[in-house]
Each structure stands twice: as structure tokens, then as C-alpha cells.
């Protein structure tokens, strides 16, 4: 049976319409657009983090609870750990957040894993989630935390080795 026009019309219609909606997809981000972009974003605060000494300028967000209270929390430190890391003092980050520099390469590690499996596919993997394990998980970090937390803020040795140089932020 031949097609009727307005038969011919309809198909144009879809058509358009299919054709449109392949446009507005082909406007989003790929994944290996958002990874490249991400890595652009770490490699920025990197160098910002390398050249602007957090020891001596205060452009850096304060902590709020050392602030407050002069106590320290499991991050204090963390920004000044990364500049004397990224020149190479491993010793004076691990007086400045020792929790974090010990977390460090896991991060980087998990981080890397997981960007490297989306370049590749040029799309975001899916993780599958284990409710249980992953509250098991949280409940670890954040014992391991607060331990960090109690520990760093006792008074004297050894504990002042763990209290971020030379003031807290
Ligand atoms: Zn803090």
C-alpha cells in the first residue's frame, strides 16, 4: 500500500524529532570531557596549593571548630599537608594531618582506578552498592577519626607530634 502524504508527513515528523533529541544529547559532556576537565581542575589547585603557602596566607578556608574551640579536627592541617607534600616534605605532612597523608594514596589510588576504567569505556562505571559493608566501612573511618581527633588534641609529647605546624586551620 503506497503512503498516503499524510503517512509521509508523520515519518518526517519522528524523524525531526529523533534527530533533535540526538542533538541535545550530543551537547552534554563526555566522560572523557568531565575526566580531562577534572584533571585540569586537580592539576589548578595543585599548583595554586604548591606556589601560596597556607603556613603564611590566610586565602584558605579556616576551620570552624578550631576556631571556636582550639581544637583540632581530623582535617586541620590537611591543606598545609598537601603544599608540604607537593615539595617534598613528608615529615613536617605527617605533623601537619598524619591521618590524611596515610590516607593519601588509597584516595589517589581509588581515584585513579576508577577515572582510568571510565576513560576507557568513555563512560561512568556503576558501582554496585553493598549497604551493609559500606555502613561497616563508615562506622571504621569515622572511629578511626574520631581516635585521630582525641589523640591529637592531648597535651604533651607524643601527642603534640600529631598537632598540625605551627597553628591550627
Ligand atoms: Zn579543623
Same mark, same amino acid.
Request: some cysteine; charged content about 10%.
Given at each position: 500500500?503506497?503512503?498516503?502524504?499524510?503517512?509521509?508527513?508523520?515519518?518526517?515528523?519522528?524523524?525531526?524529532?529523533?534527530?533533535?533529541?540526538?542533538?541535545?544529547?550530543?551537547?552534554?559532556?563526555?566522560?572523557?570531557?568531565?575526566?580531562?576537565? =577534572? %584533571?585540569?581542575?586537580?592539576?589548578?589547585?595543585? @599548583?595554586?596549593? *604548591? #606556589?601560596?603557602?597556607?603556613? !603564611?596566607?590566610?586565602?584558605? +578556608?579556616?576551620?570552624?571548630?578550631?576556631?571556636?574551640?582550639?581544637?583540632?579536627?581530623?582535617?586541620?592541617?590537611?591543606?598545609?599537608?598537601?603544599?608540604?607534600?607537593?615539595?617534598?616534605?613528608?615529615?613536617?605532612?605527617?605533623?601537619?594531618?598524619?591521618?590524611?597523608? =596515610? %590516607?593519601?594514596?588509597?584516595?589517589?589510588?581509588? @581515584?585513579?582506578? *576508577? #577515572?582510568?576504567?571510565?576513560? !576507557?569505556?568513555?563512560?561512568? +562505571?556503576?558501582?554496585?552498592?553493598?549497604?551493609?559493608?559500606?555502613?561497616?566501612?563508615?562506622?571504621?573511618?569515622?572511629?578511626?577519626?574520631?581516635?585521630?581527633?582525641?589523640?591529637?588534641?592531648?597535651?604533651?609529647?607524643?601527642?603534640?607530634?600529631?598537632?598540625?605546624?605551627?597553628?591550627?586551620?
Amino acid at each position: 500500500m503506497p503512503a498516503t502524504p499524510t503517512a509521509v508527513s508523520h515519518i518526517t515528523a519522528v524523524r525531526s524529532t529523533a534527530v533533535r533529541s540526538t542533538g541535545l544529547h550530543g551537547t552534554r559532556l563526555s566522560t572523557r570531557t568531565q575526566i580531562a576537565l =577534572a %584533571a585540569c581542575a586537580c592539576g589548578g589547585v595543585s @599548583a595554586f596549593l *604548591y #606556589a601560596v603557602d597556607p603556613n !603564611r596566607h590566610t586565602v584558605y +578556608p579556616q576551620c570552624l571548630l578550631y576556631n571556636a574551640t582550639g581544637i583540632y579536627c581530623a582535617g586541620c592541617g590537611a591543606t598545609r599537608a598537601i603544599h608540604a607534600l607537593l615539595h617534598g616534605r613528608a615529615i613536617e605532612a605527617l605533623h601537619d594531618n598524619a591521618l590524611f597523608v =596515610a %590516607a593519601l594514596p588509597l584516595l589517589l589510588y581509588v @581515584a585513579g582506578f *576508577y #577515572a582510568l576504567a571510565a576513560w !576507557r569505556a568513555n563512560a561512568w +562505571p556503576e558501582i554496585p552498592v553493598d549497604g551493609r559493608a559500606l555502613a561497616r566501612r563508615g562506622i571504621s573511618i569515622f572511629l578511626l577519626m574520631v581516635a585521630f581527633v582525641v589523640l591529637r588534641n592531648l597535651p604533651g609529647w607524643p601527642f603534640d607530634w600529631f598537632k598540625p605546624v605551627p597553628s591550627g586551620g
